[in-house]
Structures are given as structure tokens and as C-alpha cells.
């Protein structure tokens, strides 16, 4: 207690000394009680009159409260004595301006910009100043004064951003162009910036100006970064197809035998189900890569594409093709992913899992890498819970849990014990397992977490038996197995004997997930709708919300409805997993920028 005794008493009585009065400053400021901080900021830049942040909040209470006198005379007296900073005189011709006396106001910011002449430098923390007061003609010119004098000078970023503000989009693309093509590292800043003004939409004006901007650039300069920003312009515009041809030119044009753009655009391509615009990029690298692994990569996202494109595929056909490249490539590390592409085949397409099971057995007696022996591990384990050996592919994740504990795939794992154990009816394990993931880095794998053991504790607590919460896993199951007829059947058996009960809301979004699986889109509806009517205040109902929203947005094509819906999570779920996305697809429904 002795100890503690005189640093108590330090923390009482030192603290001012330790700047208090700064704390205290600031705190009232920022709370608008302009009358109480004057009071401090007076102090404060009396005693630290070199200090420029405390004279500029002190000109700023002055203003505040204006006490534009006060405000003024302070400001001379800093300028008569010959030290003063340039933006001084930005602070005397503003407050004048709020004393409505243009002449004195002229004056004052005439005084910042000769400034300039003398010294560029000035410019930046004029221009700054400037912006700071909203001043944004004034603004440009302190930076372009400043870049004439002085060409090793770059305020071109500054002068794009100020371009934004204004509203003057055509002239922010120009000046960003002219930024890249001196300094192509800072593209994926500009990228950013630029993606708060574009939409998906590719007849939105500022969509129209980009694009003519780049072109006419493109058409007077052979530079590739033209063709890139095309490209990017034209995945956010989701026409893949256009931005495919805008990568065949970077490629022919740099001739460095560099495929992985391509590659990326195809994949992006193959998620967004344009299946065309996919098969052509693969099918470009297949034809023009001479690398083994890429042609073999390419193959196989082109057996993907071709099993999407056809509603019935002709499976004995897609085997022989697999067949035809294991012999080709054999068990080798580089084709681990084939042996993977194939044993997933075999399992959800052609319901063999034991012969999958042995494929990725000998892929396992090869001399791995620890990720990707993980990698191959998951992926027999998933095939043993198809097959519904839990037990074996319980040991499998949990060795892959344990060699890359720090791992995301390590918590992936995690969650495939937790899942697993779910499947085979253990649920206090998968309790235990999911509550170590609701941390976890990956923010999806935190959310599946989270929702499984919901599912669990509050079903557990509501039925002791565990009925109900059984079925649903058992239909969980079947889902997973790619069984969707079986699982609704369960579904529709649970939703009939547990009417009422808490896991009604589960087996709802469930049954409307399998439902837009066999594109029952109606069902699917009628399923969201009654989650959002009978349980609209429960865990679940931002999920059905935006599901419903997704459905009408993409499949129904009510964009008002799927308004309605992205509303509702936006104003009263704020803190869910969709709230970026609802917010962003209700922008980009009503027309708006999008950051």
C-alpha cells in the first residue's frame, strides 16, 4: 500500500503537468463546448507558443464562437512577429470571410498564394489548408503554382481527389491516368478510389467516362497498363468476356509467357457462372501454355465448366477424360490436384467413394509437403464422412488440426471435427470444438462456427431427446452428400412433427437453401418468407433476409423486393455477417457510387 500511496498521488496532482490541460482541451472541442476549450487553448499556446496545432484549434474555438475579433487579432499578432506558419494567412482570410468582409478576406489568401512564388514548397500545406476549408479552386491552384515553379513537385493526387470532391469526374480520371502512367506502383490505390465511382452497370455515366478515357489512351499509346485497366474496368462491369480480350492483348504484347492473369480472370469468370467467357480463357491457356501443370489446371477447370454447362453431362465420358489424364500424369506431387479433382469426381459425381478413398490414399504416400499433405488430408477426410466412415475421417482432421494448429487450414480442420461430430450425433464434442472457433482469423469459418453451435446449444436445451436436432443433422448430412431430394424429404418430416418448436427457423433456411439447389426458386421463396414472418426477430432472420434479397435480385428478377430486403438488414442487423454485402447490392440497386 506504501508504494502504491505516491503513485496515486501522482496520477491526482502530476497529471496536468503531464498534459492534462491538452486532454481536457481536445475532450471539450470534440463535445462542441467551444467556451470551456478556448479556455484551455489560450493556456495552452501561451505556454507553447511554437506549438501550431494548439493555435490552430484556438482559431477554430474563436471561429466557433465568433469571436472573430479575438480570432483576428491573435492571428495578426502571430504574422507581425515574423514567424508565422503560411496557413496563417489561409486562417485570416477565412475568418474575414465569415465577417463578410471580401476585400480583407481576397487579401488574406492572396498573402498564401505569394507565398508560393517564393518558396514552392509551400504549396502542399497551402493546398491542404485550402482543402481543409473547403476552399477547393484556391486549393488547386496553391498545387499547380507550386508544380510549375517547382516540376520535381507531385500534387497530382491531391489534384485528382480535389477533382472528385467537385464533382468533376471526367477531369479526377484524366488526372489519375496521368498519375499511373508516371507511377504505375500506386495502380492499386487508384484502383480503389476509382471503384467508389464506378457500378456494375455498364451504361452508368461515370462506367461510360472511364471507359472512354481508357480507350482513347490505349488508341494514342501502346503502353499495356491501358489494356489492364480495361480489363479491370470491365470485371467490375462483370463482362468477362470483353476483359478477356483485353488480356490476350497484354499477353501477346509482353511476350513474357505469363499466364497467371489469364488464369485469375478465368477463375473469376468460372464463380461469377459466366461459363463462356471461363471455357475460353482456359481453353486460351491450354492452347498456348507450354507448362505441363498449367495445360493439366486448365483441364481440369474445363471438365468443371463442362459439367456446370450441361444439366445432364454424360459422366461415363468426364471419367475417361480423368482416366486419360492420370495415366498422362500419374501420382506425382505437381498433380496432386488431379488426383483431388478426380477422387471428388468419383464420390459426389459418381457416387464411388471407395475408389476415391484409394486414390487419395496413394497420393498420401507420396513425399509431401506438410500444406500439402494437410491439403490431401482434408479431402480424404471429407470423402470418409461422405462414406460415412466419421470415425476415420475424424483422426484425419484431427492430425491436420494439430500439424497446422496456426494455421487457417488448421481451423478449417477444426471445424470439420466440430461438423463431423455434428453428423455422427456427438454433440457436446462439436459444442466444444466450435466454441475455440468463434475467434477464429478466418472470419467466414468464425461465422459457420458460430451458427452450427447456435443451432446445437439452443436446440439441446429446448428437446433433452435431441429428436429434432438429430433429423436436422441427418439432413444436414444428406445435403452434404449432395442428396438434396433425400434431405428435403427429412426436412419436410421434421417441419411436420416439430412444428412450432425453436428448430423450425434451421430446417426453414435449410429447405429454402436445397430448394434454390434444384432451382425451385418459388419454394425457396415461400421457405425464406416464413422464417422472416414467424421469426423475424430471431438468429436467423437477417439470414433469410438476404437470402431472399439474393433470390430476387439474381434468379426473380424483383429488384425492388430485393431492396426491401437488403433494407432490412442495413437498418436493423448492423452487426451481421451480410451487412457489407446488403449494403453495397442496395447501393448498386438505387444507382449510387459504390466504395
Sequence with gaps: MKTCFPILLFLLFGMPLLGQQDFLAQQYFNDGDFDKAVVFYEKLVSSNPRRLDYADQLVKC??????????????????????????????????????????????????????????????????????????????????????????????????????GEQGEVALMYEAYMDLISQREAIKPNVLRVLQGFVTSDPENENNVLLRKTLLTRAQSDPNPLWNEMLSWLFI????????????????????????????????????????????????????????????????????????????????????????????????????????????????????????????????????????????????????????????????????????????????????KVAQTSFYKGDFDWALTQLKVLRNSTSQLIANDA?????????????????????????????????????ALGVLEELLLTHKGESIEDEALLMQGELLEEIEDYSGARMSYLKITEFYDTDILADDAHFALAELYRTKLNAPEKAMEHYREIIFRFQDSYYFPQARKQFRILRGDPVN
Design 62 to 163: 474563436y471561429q466557433q464562437l465568433e469571436a472573430y475579433d479575438k480570432a483576428v487579432a491573435f492571428l495578426q499578432d502571430q504574422i507581425d512577429s515574423g514567424k508565422a506558419h503560411p496557413t496563417l494567412f489561409i486562417d485570416l482570410g477565412y475568418t474575414y470571410d465569415l465577417m463578410e468582409d471580401p476585400q480583407k478576406r481576397d487579401a488574406g489568401y492572396q498573402k498564401a498564394m505569394d507565398l508560393i512564388e517564393s518558396n514552392p514548397d509551400f504549396g502542399y500545406v497551402l493546398g491542404f489548408k485550402f482543402q481543409q476549408y473547403a476552399l477547393l479552386d484556391l486549393a488547386l491552384k496553391a498545387y499547380r503554382r507550386s508544380m510549375e515553379l517547382n516540376p520535381e513537385l507531385d500534387y497530382n493526387t491531391q489534384i485528382a481527389r480535389i477533382y
Design 236 to 415: 467490375e462491369q462483370q463482362q468477362y468476356s470483353s476483359a478477356l480480350s483485353q488480356e490476350k492483348a497484354i499477353y501477346r504484347r509482353r511476350e513474357s509467357g505469363n499466364l497467371d492473369r489469364i488464369s485469375s480472370l478465368g477463375r473469376i469468370a468460372e464463380e461469377a457462372a459466366d461459363l463462356e467467357a471461363a471455357r475460353d480463357a482456359f481453353e486460351f491457356i491450354e492452347n498456348q501454355s507450354g507448362d505441363p501443370i498449367d495445360q493439366l489446371n486448365a483441364r481440369l477447370h474445363l471438365i468443371d465448366i463442362g459439367l456446370l454447362e450441361d444439366a445432364s453431362p454424360n459422366l461415363g465420358k468426364t471419367q475417361k477424360t480423368y482416366e486419360s489424364l492420370m495415366e498422362q500424369y500419374g501420382y506425382d506431387v505437381a498433380s496432386i490436384q488431379l488426383q483431388i479433382s478426380y477422387a471428388n469426381f468419383l464420390t459426389f459425381r459418381m457416387e464411388e467413394p471407395e475408389a476415391a478413398i484409394e486414390i487419395l490414399k496413394r497420393s498420401l504416400e507420396q513425399p509431401l509437403p506438410e500444406y500439402t499433405k494437410g491439403y490431401v488430408k482434408l479431402n480424404l477426410g471429407d470423402i470418409l464422412v461422405y462414406n460415412q466412415r466419421f470415425n476415420e475421417a475424424l483422426i484425419l482432421f484431427t492430425q491436420v488440426q494439430k500439424e497446422l494448429k496456426n494455421d487457417v487450414m488448421g481451423q478449417e480442420a477444426r471445424f
Design 450 to 486: 458460430m451458427q452450427l453451435s447456435l443451432i446445437i446449444s439452443d436446440n439441446s436445451l429446448a428437446d433433452s431427446t435431441q429428436t429434432a436436432l438429430r433429423k436436422y443433422a441427418q439432413a444436414d448430412l444428406l445435403s452434404y452428400r449432395k442428396k438434396q431430394s433425400e
